[in-house]
C-alpha cells in the first residue's frame, strides 16, 4: 500500500455544524504533534477527505486535501472507485432545483466518470480524474489571471534520475500550433508564459517544474494551452512514479486543480492537462494523460492538436 486516505462521514448533520474541524497527525510515541489540518470551508458537506498520507522515495509524506461531499460517505466511496450498491436519498434540505455536478475526486483506475454539468472552483481544491474537467471560475470571484502549472514526478527506483521536461504548447481555435515554451525557450508572448528551468533528476519535493502563465496576457487568438511531460534522454513513464501536474493561483501560490497519473506506459511523452479559452474569456482546465511517442514538445504538437480540439 502506497496511500492511505483520511476520510470521514457525519450521520445526523453535516460537517458545517462542526466548530474548529481540524485533522492532527502526531507521533504516537512522543504524543507530539507533527502536521495540523484546519477545514475552515465546510458548509453542507456529509462527508470529507481530509488528508492523505503517501509513500514517498524518502518515505511517508502527508498532503492535505479538504475535498467535501454533500451525497455522504456514498457519494466519496464512488469518486474514488469503490462500487456502491444503493446511494442514501438526499434529504429535501440537499436536493437543489436543479441537479449540480457532484464533487470531483481521485479516482485510482479508469475509466473516469465525468460529472454532469459544469464544475467550478466554489467548493475549493478540485482532484481531477483522466478526461474531467473543470471551469476556473468561482460565484462572486473576478476571473484569474495569473495562474502557475506546476509539473512534478518521481524516479520509480531509489536512487534513480529521471530527466523530464515539462512544456506548454498553444494553439490556434483550429488546431495550429502558435508557441511553444519548453527548457530552450522559456518564455513566450512577453513573458505571459514562462518556463521555470529544467530539473534533470526529479528528486526531492514539490514540483520538478513550473510554468508560469498571465491569461489575459494572452494573445486573443491562443485557444489551448497544453501541458506536456516528455523524456528528452529517452526513458520510458514506466520507469517514473507520482506524475502529476497541478494548477495554482499566480496571486496567493495556492492549490486549485491537482491531476495525478495512475499508471504509465513505455512512452516518452505523455499529454496532461489542457486550458481552453472559453467564449466569455474564461478557462476552463481539462486532464488528459495520453502517452505517445515523443522526447520533445516539438514531437507533441500534432498529437497535441488532435487532443485539445477533440477535448473541446
Known amino acids: 500500500m ?4 483520511i476520510a470521514a462521514s457525519a450521520d445526523g448533520g453535516t460537517f458545517g455544524q462542526v466548530p474548529g474541524l481540524h485533522l492532527r497527525i ?5 504524543g507530539n504533534e507533527l502536521a495540523r489540518f484546519d477545514i475552515t470551508t465546510a458548509t453542507s458537506e456529509t462527508a470529507f477527505v481530509f488528508g492523505e498520507l503517501y509513500l514517498h522515495a ?17 457519494g466519496l466511496a464512488t469518486d474514488y472507485g469503490i462500487t456502491v450498491d444503493e446511494s442514501p436519498a438526499p434529504s429535501v434540505a440537499d436536493e437543489p432545483a436543479t441537479s449540480p455536478a457532484p464533487p470531483v475526486g481521485q479516482a485510482p483506475a479508469p475509466p473516469p466518470l465525468q460529472p454532469a454539468g459544469v464544475i467550478n472552483l466554489d467548493k475549493g481544491r478540485v482532484l481531477l480524474r483522466k478526461r474531467e474537467s473543470v471551469s476556473l471560475t468561482q460565484a462572486g470571484a473576478p476571473p484569474l489571471s495569473k495562474v502557475v502549472m506546476g509539473l512534478g514526478w518521481d524516479p520509480a527506483r531509489t536512487g534513480a534520475k529521471v530527466d523530464l521536461d515539462a512544456s506548454a504548447i498553444a494553439y490556434s481555435v483550429k488546431g495550429s500550433k502558435l508557441a511553444i515554451v519548453w527548457f530552450m525557450h522559456k518564455e513566450e508572448y512577453r513573458g505571459a508564459v514562462v518556463h521555470s528551468g529544467d530539473n534533470l533528476t526529479g528528486a526531492g519535493d514539490g514540483d520538478d517544474e513550473q510554468i508560469r502563465v498571465d491569461l ?16 528528452f534522454s529517452g526513458q520510458k513513464f514506466t520507469e517514473t512514479k507520482n506524475a502529476y501536474c497541478r494548477l ?19 512512452q516518452t511523452g505523455v499529454l496532461m492537462a489542457c486550458l481552453t479559452r472559453e467564449p466569455n474569456n474564461t478557462w476552463t482546465m481539462k486532464s488528459l494523460g495520453e502517452f505517445h511517442k515523443g522526447r520533445t514538445a516539438k514531437a507533441m504538437v500534432d498529437p497535441g492538436s488532435k487532443a485539445v480540439t477533440r477535448s473541446s
Do not use: H
Open 248 to 266: 495554482l493561483d499566480g496571486a496567493t501560490n495556492a492549490e486549485l486543480v491537482r491531476f495525478e497519473l495512475s499508471d504509465g506506459e513505455p
Open 26 to 30: 502526531e507521533d504516537q510515541s512522543t
Open 2 to 5: 502506497t496511500r492511505v486516505l
Open 216 to 231: 489575459s496576457a494572452l494573445p486573443p487568438d491562443v485557444k489551448y494551452l497544453l501541458f506536456t511531460i516528455n523524456s
Open 58 to 74: 524518502s518515505g511517508w509524506k502527508f498532503r492535505a486535501v479538504g475535498q467535501g461531499y454533500d451525497s455522504g460517505l456514498a
